[in-house]
């Protein structure tokens, strides 16, 4: 096989395995492969992550033979000894087992599948990690801007219908996201880890790389925690660093909590403008249904901007539908009344029409 040849990560570890290595650190292995741009790692580098199986030591077994020369004797004397009747009997037994079987097995999983749609959590509330440092916004902040965040609908399978763990729920996919998204060297741009607290609550930290910090990425401290008592997320989310939250880590945090059967976004102690921009921005990208949510958002901010154009776009059509303007301030009519003038005498100059301009009605006032 030609070392030089890229070769999917799936195929290399079955290769690997087949060949007779141990796999000692399987994450340490992939992020190798993928920094070696999907090519086989030679035998120096390939030792540190795998480890070669000994041959298993043959041991002699003993001859019998003559004990299974004799075991087969007696069945077939066991078996002339059983009727016709009997064996019937047995058969019979045995396809009850197995039907009885079958059917507690088909009653187990419609139970869960039941017990889960019934424990669905459908409403996901979103609270700001908020701290002072947090209030600046500097030009190096950049939103990453891709025109193609449109959600649809996630497919409904028979993994969503199984009950799996919280950590598999939203740890796991945001870890694919963070190892798929690579820079310019093919390199991760970010690294992620999961504090796995008990079953119902995760403490999950995006750290970008000095590169990508340098570029105004904010990193995230997320903590989500399931209440199946009023049936709701609860996720504090917030940057590692001074820059407000990149509308980024919304996105994909609220894309995976749809994936997961969330349809409703509650905002909840939301202190900043930035933070309730990019919530409300992700939120209206992926037609989620939305909570106490501001009725208007100022898109003259830089970090409205600074947003992919469609999404901004969202958000504008947002404040209209709620009568507000393009800084999120309610359109006011002007308090002016109108003026009643007497009308002009049938000799009048025309100059003095021009000194006497007719004064407009009520106008429309668009806000600052």
Request: glycine share 4%.
């Amino acid at each position: 096989m030609p070392m030089n040849e890229r070769i999917n990560f799936d195929k290399y570890l079955k290769e690997l395995q087949e060949q007779g290595y141990e796999i000692l650190n399987i994450s340490g292995l992939k992020f190798a492969h993928k920094r070696n741009m999907g090519i086989r790692l030679k035998e120096k580098d390939l030792i540190q992550y795998v480890q070669k199986k000994e041959p298993e030591p043959q041991i002699k077994q003993p001859d019998t033979t003559r004990n299974t020369n004799n075991s087969n004797k007696e069945l077939q004397n066991q078996k002339k000894e059983t009727t016709p009747q009997q064996e019937k009997k047995e058969d019979k037994d045995k396809d009850k087992d197995k039907d009885k079987k079958e059917k507690e097995e088909k009653k187990e999983k419609k139970e869960k599948k039941e017990k889960n749609e019934t424990k669905q959590i459908k409403k996901l509330v979103i609270k700001e990690n908020f701290s002072e440092k947090r209030r600046t916004y500097s030009n190096n902040h950049q939103n990453t801007k891709n025109d193609t965040h449109e959600e649809s609908s996630p497919v409904e399978t028979e993994e969503n219908i199984e009950p799996i763990t919280l950590k598999e729920q939203y740890y796991t996919p945001l870890e694919n996201w963070v190892e798929n998204d690579l820079d310019e060297n093919s390199l991760p741009k970010r690294e992620i880890e999961c504090n796995e607290i008990s079953e119902n609550e995760l403490d999950i930290k995006i750290t970008p790389s000095k590169a990508q910090e340098e570029q105004g990425d904010s990193g995230a401290h997320i903590n989500i925690k399931k209440n199946e008592e009023k049936e709701t997320l609860n996720a504090d989310i917030g940057p590692i660093n001074e820059t407000p939250l990149n509308y980024e880590y919304f996105y994909q945090l609220l894309k995976t909590a749809k994936r997961n059967g969330i349809e409703t976004i509650s905002f909840d102690d939301i202190k900043t403008k930035e933070f309730a921009t990019g919530l409300l921005a992700a939120a209206l990208t992926l037609n989620l249904e939305l909570e106490n949510a501001p009725k208007g958002i100022d898109i003259t901010t830089q970090y409205a901007k600074s947003l992919p154009k469609k999404v901004q776009n969202k958000l504008r059509s947002y404040n209209q539908k709620n009568g507000m303007t393009i800084k999120g301030k309610k359109i006011r009519e002007t308090t002016n009344q109108i003026r009643k003038r007497k009308p002009p005498k049938p000799n009048s100059h025309t100059s003095n029409s021009m000194n006497n301009p007719q004064i407009i009605p009520s106008q429309i006032e668009y806000g600052d």
